[in-house]
């Protein structure tokens, strides 16, 4: 047995632009300044997942352009949930390798764990199908 709950149209694509936003945000900043964010991982505790998967620089620019063409993606309603898919596999890396581990950045992880809950949302939920 089904429940179904109608949810407005407008909540739906608002959610969709408000967590879109950060990766726009995020991918631009990875690629604007790649030798901070570097530096970040450098000072990361974690910082042993990202060397697992080869070079940190190259990683940030292909994390930047991942989040840019997804979250751009995600932005519009183009394939919404292989969007937020691909978001949620930049996203866990980054969250393990930066936030976790530092006592003093709990704020942002917390900020990742919820945009995850966003995510999870649009991966879980037809939105695409029209509703009332």
């Given amino acids: 047995m089904t429940n179904k709950i109608l949810i407005s149209r407008r909540s739906i694509q ?17 690629l604007l300044n790649i030798e901070k964010t570097a530096q970040r991982i450098e000072q990361a505790i974690f910082k042993g997942i990202v060397l697992l998967f080869g070079n940190p620089e190259w990683l940030i620019i ?24 691909i978001l949620v ?8 390798t930066v936030q976790v581990g530092q006592i003093t950045t709990l704020g942002p992880l917390f900020k990742n764990i919820a945009i995850l809950g966003g995510l999870l949302f649009f991966i879980l939920n037809d939105t695409d199908q029209p509703l009332k």
């Fill in 14 to 30: 608002l959610l969709r632009i408000l967590v879109s936003g950060i990766f726009l945000v995020a991918g631009l900043n990875h």
């Fill in 89 to 96: 596999a930049v996203l866990i890396p980054i969250t393990l």
């Fill in 62 to 85: 292909l994390s930047g352009m991942v989040m840019l063409g997804a979250g751009s993606l995600f932005l519009i309603g183009y394939k919404t949930k292989w969007a937020a898919i």
